[in-house]
């Protein structure tokens, strides 16, 4: 556990740098133009299919129904709005997380390089589109699952859980790969996704909890029609807030990995590594 501690406090100093809070930005600010001007010339066709949907399935008294046990009667005239809303939110997000994917673990490995191990030799075991092959690949599959478990907000812990669970999978699975693309080669970094499996995966869970708290965020902003898009699109910027300090955590811990690999102290027989 110690090396996980140690690159969480590394994690946590880089957060709060100017650097690493202009990386949280940027993406948003382009995800928010992107679904901005696509909103503006479909929000209508997309408002009159939903209108069609729900009357032609009944999904007006359904869900007048629903809100009226949870006690949010007043909202029934607003459900097809919050059910747009609440359809192009993860499509948000998700294009927030593919441009900070893509853009900024560069960035974030190259601020770790620097800052904490400027001396480390490079031998270039990842590529671009490795990268884009893997985030886009894991995001998909996370933005699939993720979907699947919006009912479980119904029961908080189960949320709870699938969302750690989730998170702990993909950043496991995305980041181990872009912390490691520069530095290592492809042995080396198969040998610490090998032998670190579990330490990997405990930092996905630690920051799947985490990653878990935008999304009570944007529940609660569902329940305001005046707060949601605020409420929103703060739920996104700290997605990606959390996105980042997940990214400082694995590339901390997974470059002191990989120094201890070439230096033979993690119990592993160099001669497995080979030069390209």
Known sequence: MRPIAIAYGRAVRSQFSRRMLLLSI?????????WGGLLYAGLQPLYDWLQAVFT????????GSALSRLGLGFLHAMAVPLVAMLTLLPLTIITSLLFIGVGAMPAIARHVSRVQF?????????S????????????????????VTLPLYALAPLALVAQAVLWGWLTARVMSYDALSIHASLEERRAIVRTRRR???AI???SGLLGALPGV???GGALSVVLFPVLAVLSI???????????????????????????????QPAVTISTP
């Open 26 to 34: 940027v993406p948003l600010l382009l995800s928010l133009a992107l």
């Open 56 to 63: 032609e399935y009944g999904l007006f008294a359904t869900s």
């Open 118 to 126: 400027p001396a480390m030799e490079r031998k270039e075991g990842g």
């Open 128 to 147: 671009f589109l490795g990268s884009l092959g893997v985030n886009l690949s894991g995001i998909v599959v996370f933005a699939l699952l993720w979907i």
């Open 199 to 201: 330490p990997l995966l």
């Open 204 to 206: 996905g869970t630690i």
């Open 217 to 219: 965020v944007w529940v």
């Open 237 to 267: 910027w700290l997605y990606l807030v959390i996105f980042i300090f997940t990214g400082l955590w694995f590339q901390y811990y997974c470059l002191q990995a990989l120094a201890d690999l070439r230096a033979g102290r993690d119990g």
